[in-house]
């Protein structure tokens, strides 16, 4: 099992930056393929970056790539996400998810992750 904690979430003009980390906690042993999601108000919880286990690979969803920034810190156990240009429409509260296997950055749904975060908001206003 492996316990996850987001934070860095807040509120931000729009154009604005910020810098979203999850901490992995528990067994941590074996390396994790990572994600980000985000659920807005009334919306399902759709993908925004994922990453493969040593980092090597990574996606982004078309609406933020170019904008956001996924990492790993294998060492500290921790995932960023850098978020730049920030729109309204990135407003959304901000998931970070967890799942073993094949390395690969190719996991883009929630159904996939068996590990979750409770969240971190993010308020971009205009």
């Known amino acids: 099992q492996v316990q996850l904690v987001e934070s860095g979430g807040g509120l931000v003009q729009a154009g604005g930056s910020l810098r979203l980390s999850c901490a992995a906690s528990?067994?941590?042993?074996?390396?994790?393929?990572m994600g980000w999601f985000r659920q807005a108000p009334g919306k399902e919880r759709v993908v925004v970056a994922t990453?493969?286990?040593?980092?090597?690979?990574?996606y982004y969803s078309d609406s933020v790539k170019g904008r956001f920034t996924i990492s790993r810190d294998n060492a500290k156990n921790t995932v960023y996400l850098q978020m730049s240009s920030l729109k309204p429409e990135d407003t959304a509260l901000y998931y970070c998810?967890?799942?073993?296997?094949?390395?690969?950055?190719?996991?883009?749904?929630?159904?996939?992750?068996?590990?979750w975060g409770q969240g971190t908001q993010v308020t971009v206003s205009s």
């Open positions: 998810a967890a799942r073993s296997g094949y390395s690969s950055s190719s996991y883009y749904y929630t159904r996939e992750y068996p590990y």
């Open positions: 990453i493969s286990k040593s980092g090597g690979s990574t």
């Open positions: 528990g067994r941590t042993d074996s390396n994790y393929n």
